[in-house]
């Protein structure tokens, strides 16, 4: 059953160019997707299509220029900003990219202290650290003095207390060597085992296949494909979208077969689908007007040529 459900999100930014001209960016346009508990869903598109919006989004932080549109629901109830805030580090919880959320005069065990919802404090922090291989020290220490690794499982350790229902991560495991890579990403799959949600947010489609039940494809913004992590493998013939076989088959291991052109940006969309431009099964009517959603073999996507 779906525990967050987010109903064709748009996300326009307001910006003032020279001679103070407003001008309106779309960069998160008509994307839906629906989180299950106990599953690893990995939302993967490349750098800028706007993932992180996303996430931003479910919380409620986007910033003061932007405006949402469409519907999030979590729980069977509209996330309100109000309920985003009731909500926001208790029962919905964001593991982000950058360690620069954690306070960098606090010690870290006090910060991870303060995310604790029932049981005691002290108790609950030393059992996430110890869980996760930091030492009993560690909770003395200020952020500066912690690696990359031991950061990112102090950004983990104050989620995994909170108790949250959704574990929302953005982008954790950048820079990583392939054991802390595994490593990190097995706490994710540990924590869908044991009933949460968990969307991972990543550029990273290998890595996102070891731990995920179900991909959702980002382009420019917008979701093309839904798709279990079981239909990545020989050469895509079991996607749906030309962009998702397209991603995959640009791997390395796949061929490392590129694509002419490049994702548009927010102030140059097409008005049909997105990616018609570089796509080489488009027709005129793929410029003309947005594709509509088809459920095809166990999966979702956007595109007009599936059969």
Same mark, same amino acid.
Request: charge should be neutral; aromatic fraction near 6%.
């Given at each position: 059953?779906?525990?967050?459900?987010?109903? #064709?999100?748009?996300?326009?930014? &307001? /910006?003032?160019? #020279?001679?103070?001209?407003?001008?309106?960016?779309?960069?998160?346009?008509?994307?839906?997707?629906?989180? #299950?508990?106990?599953?690893?869903?990995?939302?993967?598109?490349?750098?800028?299509?706007?993932?992180?919006?996303?996430? =931003?989004?479910?919380?409620?932080?986007?910033?003061? #220029?932007?405006?949402?549109?469409?519907?999030?629901?979590?729980?069977?109830?509209?996330?309100?900003?109000? &309920?985003?805030?009731?909500?926001?580090?208790?029962?919905?919880?964001?593991?982000? /990219?950058?360690?620069?959320?954690?306070?960098?005069?606090?010690?870290?065990?006090?910060?991870?202290?303060?995310?604790?919802?029932?049981?005691?404090?002290?108790?609950?922090?030393?059992?996430?650290?110890?869980?996760?291989?930091?030492?009993?020290?560690?909770?003395?220490?200020?952020?500066?003095?912690?690696?990359?690794?031991?950061? &990112?499982?102090?950004?983990?350790?104050?989620?995994?207390?909170?108790?949250?229902?959704?574990?929302?991560?953005?982008?954790?495991?950048?820079?990583?060597?392939?054991?802390?890579?595994?490593?990190?990403?097995?706490?994710?799959?540990?924590?869908?085992?044991?009933?949460?949600?968990?969307?991972?947010?990543? =550029?990273?489609?290998?890595?996102?296949?070891?731990?995920?039940?179900?991909?959702?494809?980002?382009?420019?913004?917008?979701?093309?494909?839904?798709?279990?992590?079981?239909?990545?493998?020989?050469?895509?013939?079991?996607?749906?979208?030309?962009?998702?076989?397209?991603?995959?088959?640009?791997?390395?291991?796949?061929?490392?077969?590129?694509?002419?052109?490049?994702?548009?940006?927010?102030?140059?969309?097409?008005?049909?689908?997105?990616?018609?431009?570089?796509?080489?099964?488009?027709?005129?009517?793929?410029?003309?007007?947005?594709?509509?959603? /088809?459920?095809?073999?166990?999966?979702?996507?956007?595109?007009? =040529?599936?059969?």
């Amino acid at each position: 059953m779906a525990i967050l459900e987010v109903k #064709n999100l748009s996300i326009h930014f &307001r /910006q003032y160019t #020279n001679g103070l001209r407003r001008r309106t960016l779309e960069a998160v346009s008509g994307f839906s997707l629906s989180l #299950n508990e106990g599953e690893v869903l990995a939302v993967v598109g490349a750098s800028g299509s706007g993932k992180s919006l996303l996430a =931003h989004a479910i919380l409620g932080i986007l910033p003061p #220029n932007a405006e949402r549109y469409g519907e999030i629901v979590y729980a069977g109830e509209p996330l309100t900003g109000e &309920r985003q805030a009731a909500l926001r580090g208790k029962e919905i919880a964001l593991i982000p /990219q950058s360690v620069g959320y954690l306070d960098p005069l606090m010690r870290v065990g006090a910060q991870v202290r303060t995310a604790v919802r029932t049981g005691d404090p002290a108790e609950e922090q030393r059992k996430a650290f110890a869980r996760y291989g930091l030492r009993a020290e560690t909770e003395k220490l200020f952020p500066f003095q912690l690696s990359g690794g031991m950061a &990112r499982r102090v950004l983990v350790s104050t989620a995994v207390v909170s108790g949250a229902r959704v574990l929302i991560a953005d982008e954790p495991t950048p820079g990583l060597d392939p054991a802390a890579l595994a490593q990190a990403l097995g706490y994710f799959r540990e924590l869908a085992d044991r009933g949460a949600a968990v969307m991972l947010i990543t =550029h990273d489609i290998e890595s996102a296949l070891t731990i995920a039940d179900r991909i959702a494809v980002f382009y420019a913004g917008t979701t093309v494909e839904i798709a279990p992590a079981t239909d990545f493998a020989g050469d895509g013939a079991a996607l749906r979208h030309p962009y998702t076989r397209a991603l995959w088959r640009a791997l390395p291991r796949n061929g490392f077969a590129p694509i002419p052109g490049a994702q548009p940006s927010p102030d140059a969309l097409p008005d049909g689908c997105l990616f018609e431009p570089r796509c080489d099964m488009a027709t005129p009517a793929c410029a003309a007007r947005k594709p509509r959603l /088809q459920q095809v073999r166990g999966g979702s996507v956007w595109c007009e =040529h599936v059969t």
